[in-house]
Structures are given as C-alpha cells and as structure tokens.
C-alpha cells in the first residue's frame, strides 16, 4: 500500500515562496504520473501541475512561470509570486497506469494547507 505524505504547508504574505514536499511511503510499481492538486473552499479540486516519469510537465495557466514541479524520491512543488488566490488544500497525486496506458491505480495525500495573506 502506498501512501503520499505532504509536507511545506503554511501562512506566507502575497509575493512570498513556498515549496511543498511530497514523500511515498512503499514502493510504486509501475508507470506514473505524478502531480499536485489544491482544493479551495467552495471550489472544485483542480490540478496545480503534474510530472510524468519522462520528465513532461505540465502547468495550470494560472501558476505557469510562478509554480516549479520537480521530483526525484519526493515530489516537490516550488511556489514564488504566490498570490491570495493559491490560497486551497494543496494534495499530492500519483497516478499509475497499466501496460496499455490505463489507469490502474490513484494515490492522495492527506493535503497541506497553503494561505496566502494580502
């Protein structure tokens, strides 16, 4: 069983850095994507970026140029210039797929709270 476990969480003002840590406990077989989600209060969850095992990436247009994903062993996702509109849970996401590309297998963690002060 595999578990993401989020870390890097917290209260910045606007124009502030944060950078969220995503580790995985067990091992993760398979190809997988990746990615960091964030859920604000009355609003829909909604992908932030993703990173494939071949190293795609992939930006909402809202964070392109301000959010970096990267990841190693751990998922991280550097976040400059934040706004009070990133203000949301932020979830770590791994998606695993099957030979033929579907998926098999999808992985939350518990979240982490990023607020964003004006």
């Known amino acids: 069983q595999v578990q993401l476990v989020e870390s890097g969480g917290g209260l910045v003002q606007a124009g502030g850095s944060l950078r969220l840590s995503c580790a995985a406990s067990?091992?993760?077989?398979?190809?997988?994507?990746m990615g960091w989600y964030r859920q604000a209060p009355g609003k829909q969850r909604e992908l932030v970026a993703s990173f494939t095992q071949n190293g795609i990436t992939n930006y909402a247009d809202s964070v392109k140029g301000r959010f970096t994903i990267s990841r190693d062993d751990t998922l991280y996702l550097q976040m400059n210039s934040l706004k009070p509109e990133d203000t949301a849970v932020y979830y770590c996401?791994?998606?695993?797929?099957?030979?033929?590309?579907?998926?098999?297998?999808?992985?939350w963690g518990q979240g982490t709270q990023v607020t964003v002060s004006s």
């Open positions: 067990g091992t993760i077989f398979g190809r997988n994507t």
């Open positions: 996401n791994c998606q695993v797929y099957d030979t033929i590309g579907a998926v098999k297998f999808v992985y």
